[in-house]
DNA sequence: ACTCGGATTCTC
DNA sequence: AGAATCCGAGTA
């Protein structure tokens, strides 16, 4: 079933191990794909000097300064779209990047599996008729945490912060 | 306006 | 180890 608004209004540290072993459905004219989620990295708010957030409410990412739920979407290297899920109350700014599903491992390759583009910025995975996340009645899985990648221009304590979650 | 560099991936 | 490739953020 679907995961619903309280689920996202939670910190973000509580919801990226929740979203391990979750099912992201993404729903198109030609049929509905399922993937497992594997992988995922945690982004704080303005504190975090690794997230889009230190600088503030800006243009790209004022959608992580909305509720918990929506998608953050943006463009990297100028040709890899990355999705992020947007955790916690209003204005915390903290927000999820799926890093890895079932079978593709890379935020940028995941996107591109999916179809995730600049049109899914700020798409509310609570009535999304394209794309949603539902929850599996599996067992806990096992969790493994390291420090994020690609983030070396944070300083400590960011850098290394074991904020990376993966499947075991 | 202009510069700088990145929450990446693929190829050599 | 380096290329591909462009938009956003910061400075002015």
């Given at each position: 079933?679907?995961?619903?608004?309280?689920?996202?209004?939670?910190?973000?540290?509580?919801?990226?191990?929740?979203?391990?072993?979750?099912?992201?459905?993404?729903?198109?004219?030609?049929?509905?794909?399922?993937?497992?989620?594997?992988?995922?990295?945690?982004?704080?708010?303005t504190?975090?000097?690794?997230?889009?957030a230190?600088f503030g409410k800006t243009?790209?990412?004022?959608?992580?300064?909305?509720?918990?739920?929506?998608?953050?979407?943006?463009?990297?290297?100028?040709?890899?779209?990355?999705?992020?899920?947007?955790?916690?109350?209003?204005?915390?700014?903290?927000?999820?990047?799926?890093?890895?599903?079932?079978?593709?491992?890379?935020?940028?390759?995941?996107?591109?599996?999916?179809?995730?583009?600049?049109?899914?910025?700020?798409?509310?995975?609570?009535?999304?008729?394209?794309?949603?996340?539902?929850?599996?009645?599996?067992?806990?899985?096992?969790?493994?945490?390291?420090?994020?990648?690609?983030?070396?221009?944070?300083?400590?304590?960011?850098?290394?912060?074991?904020?990376?979650?993966?499947?075991?």
């Amino acid at each position: 079933m679907r995961l619903d608004q309280s689920f996202y209004e939670r910190d973000v540290l509580q919801v990226a191990p929740d979203l391990i072993g979750k099912i992201l459905v993404r729903n198109t004219s030609s049929g509905i794909s399922v993937h497992m989620i594997t992988e995922v990295e945690a982004y704080g708010g303005t504190e975090d000097e690794a997230s889009h957030a230190r600088f503030g409410k800006t243009a790209r990412n004022k959608i992580m300064f909305d509720c918990g739920g929506l998608v953050y979407v943006y463009l990297i290297y100028g040709m890899y779209w990355m999705l992020n899920i947007v955790t916690g109350p209003k204005d915390h700014a903290q927000a999820i990047l799926i890093r890895g599903v079932e079978n593709i491992n890379g935020p940028g390759k995941v996107a591109r599996a999916l179809g995730i583009d600049r049109s899914f910025y700020g798409e509310n995975l609570i009535n999304s008729t394209r794309l949603w996340i539902e929850d599996q009645h599996i067992a806990k899985p096992s969790i493994r945490r390291e420090p994020r990648l690609g983030i070396n221009y944070a300083g400590e304590p960011w850098k290394s912060k074991p904020w990376r979650f993966h499947l075991d």
